[in-house]
């Protein structure tokens, strides 16, 4: 029985988000990692309400950032542990649509997932109701291209034993940029000034990502899987 | 017409080669460094705002420039390598990695030291800045995946890689002064036209970036050496040739 690509791209997402609903626990850590992180801040600062205000994007971003690394080990690892990345790769289906497949259902569960919380913590860490809009779609951009950059880390490191230090290593500095246009955004949304500059850098580097790092995660996984 | 290029997949070539070209590249490095730097401290005229604070481009400009040309030539190799499998190309990739490093940390070490007195702080969180730091961030990330292979072939391959996707850094460090708002002086020598600085300064300069070019062929080539020897071990001509 033949399978067309568009079919086998919505049975390995579906798979993938059954797998994902299955452990919830897996799903809800990162999310409540995000919550936690962003709780210190405020504890930390000694609840200095105006200190809150202005480190406020900073915090958000930062700890979307390590939140979403959590998952992101995760990726191919049981996948390639039990042989099933090989199946799915020789299945004749090209292994950049499996790729695909497999991290817009990983953004599915965890950056999209975040959007969804963002506006609690945004609550918390005294951000404005005018900013969540622009917030939340910087954070879904971002999450976005950092599920793609973190798919090419994540292919690299997957067969090595104490990978996910090295993940992080790798996948920090390419999504600095992110880092600075995401906070840059929500910084001017609570400012009240226009945030397009920076939504738009942001978009850039999100078709950027999305458009090259499906092959690059490939490669990587090939390299692996060798 | 391709045979020079094809003699440098052999491993036995390349080390003679590297061999071979190592000591005149200290020579010459020696000389051109000598000229930069007595020239640039001794005799070139110190700047009318900077004083004879502005002396230290002399080896921040080059230690620069390097940093980006090596990261680059380390791209190129390993996509030599990856691509067409030559193992020499992951062998000068590998080679880059640690010298690229460091003329990044020179870059930025001698950077700061300027900006003490210059800007009134050691670091700025400036595009040119930050992405430099990227770059150095990069490159501790190839430098640490390569050994974290089990497999030495596997590692490369992953190296290679990760050096590619980091190439998309090089441009924007090298436009980051024009983009953006930058503390960070433009250009003064890349650049279309004349270049802004005087030829009385201009020349221990180039002297020195040569220099530093010739300098990294040098220790690239003992790193070579030392790369081909160690991927090579149980190969019989490397027997034959430490004899």
Redesign the interface.
């Known amino acids: 029985m033949s399978v067309g690509p568009l079919e086998a791209f919505w049975l390995v997402m579906r798979r993938e988000l059954t797998l994902s609903f299955r452990r919830p626990e897996q799903l809800l850590q990162p999310l409540v990692f995000f919550l936690i992180v962003t709780t210190l801040f405020p504890l930390g600062l000694n609840l200095q309400l105006s200190l809150l205000r202005d480190m406020s994007p900073g915090v958000l971003w930062v700890a979307a950032l390590l939140s979403s690394l959590l998952s992101l080990d995760a990726l191919f690892k049981s996948d390639a542990d039990d042989g099933t990345l090989e199946q799915l790769a020789l299945g004749g289906q090209g292994l950049a649509l499996i790729v695909t497949a497999k991290t817009c259902a990983h953004w599915l569960v965890s950056g999209a997932a975040l959007v969804l919380v963002a506006p609690l913590v945004a609550i918390a860490l005294n951000i404005p109701t005018d900013a969540f809009a622009t917030m939340m779609l910087s954070l879904a951009m971002g999450t976005l291209t950092l599920s793609w950059l973190g798919a090419?880390g994540a292919g690299?490191?997957v067969?090595?034993r104490?990978?996910n230090v090295?993940l992080s290593?790798?996948v920090?500095?390419?999504a600095?940029?992110l880092l600075?246009f995401g906070a840059a955004a929500t910084d001017r949304a609570i400012s009240q000034v226009s945030a397009e500059g920076a939504l738009y850098f942001l978009a850039a580097l999100c078709v950027f990502t999305c458009t090259l790092a499906p092959f690059?995660a490939t490669?990587?996984l090939r390299?692996?899987l060798? | 017409m391709w045979t020079w290029f094809y003699k440098l997949a052999s491993p036995p070539y390349v080390y003679s080669l590297a061999g071979a070209f190592a000591p005149w590249f200290f020579g010459l490095a020696a000389l051109t460094l000598g000229f930069g730097v007595i020239d640039g401290l001794g005799f070139a005229p110190p700047d009318y705002q900077q004083g004879d604070a502005f002396r230290i481009i002399y080896v921040h400009a080059p230690g620069a420039w390097m940093s980006t040309f090596i990261y680059t030539l380390m791209a190129v190799a390993g996509a030599i390598g990856?691509i067409w499998r030559i193992k020499m190309g992951h062998a000068v990739a590998a080679a880059c990695a640690p010298i690229g490093a460091s003329f990044t940390v020179l870059a930025l070490v001698t950077g700061s030291l300027w900006g003490k007195p210059m800007w009134g702080t050691y670091w700025a969180w400036d595009p040119r800045l930050?992405s430099e730091l990227?770059l150095l961030?990069?490159y501790?990330?190839v430098l640490?995946?390569r050994p974290?292979?089990e497999d030495a072939a596997?590692g490369d391959?992953?190296a290679a890689?990760?050096a590619?996707?980091?190439v998309v850094n090089v441009p924007?460090i090298h436009y980051s002064v024009v983009w953006w708002n930058s503390l960070h002086q433009a250009a003064t020598v890349a650049k279309f036209g004349k270049p802004s600085i005087d030829a009385a300064m201009l020349w221990p300069l180039l002297s020195m970036l040569l220099g530093c070019m010739l300098f990294f062929g040098a220790v690239l080539c003992v790193r070579l050496r030392g790369e081909v020897l160690n991927r090579e071990r149980q190969a019989s001509w490397v027997r034959q040739a430490l004899q």
């Open positions: 090419v690299l490191t067969g090595l104490r990978g090295l290593l790798i920090l500095p390419l600095m940029p600075i690059a490669a990587a390299i692996t060798e | 990856l930050t990227i961030f990069l501790v990330g640490s995946l974290a292979f596997r391959r992953a890689l990760l590619i996707v980091g924007i």
